[in-house]
Nanobody, 121 residues
Framework: VQLQASGGGLVQAGGSLRLSCAAS??????MGWFRQAPGKEREFVAG????????LYADSVKGRFTISRENAKNTLYLQMNSLKPEDTAVYYC?????????????????WGQGTQVTVSS
């Protein structure tokens, strides 16, 4: 499975961005978004089950970010609203072999190349 993330960019605080992650084939398991800021460890942002019926968010983004997926298009999304400077990071999409949502990066086996999100104050 190959993943291609896109949609990052430079935005002012309070703005919005939508990230996309296109998969090379059908994904029948949970997927997630992670991010890594300079000098910090990679962290879980959001995850979603195959059906899209269940989503899980990090406390830091709850109420501002929405994860979704369109299985017919093999695409994962992350709608990011009310962006803050502390959201600045490289964002990665990932596929887990599990059906339920996992929050540890080690439980994901395919990763996209990352897309840079920069939020200015």
């Amino acid at each position: 499975v190959q993943l291609q993330a896109s949609g990052g960019g430079l935005v002012q605080a309070g703005g919005s961005l939508r990230l996309s992650c296109a998969a090379s084939g059908r994904i029948f398991s949970a997927m997630g978004w992670f991010r890594q800021a300079p000098g910090k460890e990679r962290e879980f942002v959001a995850g979603i089950t195959w059906s899209g019926g269940t989503a899980l968010y990090a406390d830091s983004v709850k109420g501002r970010f929405t994860i979704s997926r369109e299985n017919a298009k093999n695409t994962l999304y992350l709608q990011m609203n009310s962006l803050k400077p502390e959201d600045t990071a490289v964002y990665y999409c990932a596929v887990s072999p599990f059906g339920n949502i996992r929050t540890r990066g080690a439980e994901y086996n395919y990763w996209g190349q990352g897309t840079q999100v920069t939020v200015s104050s």
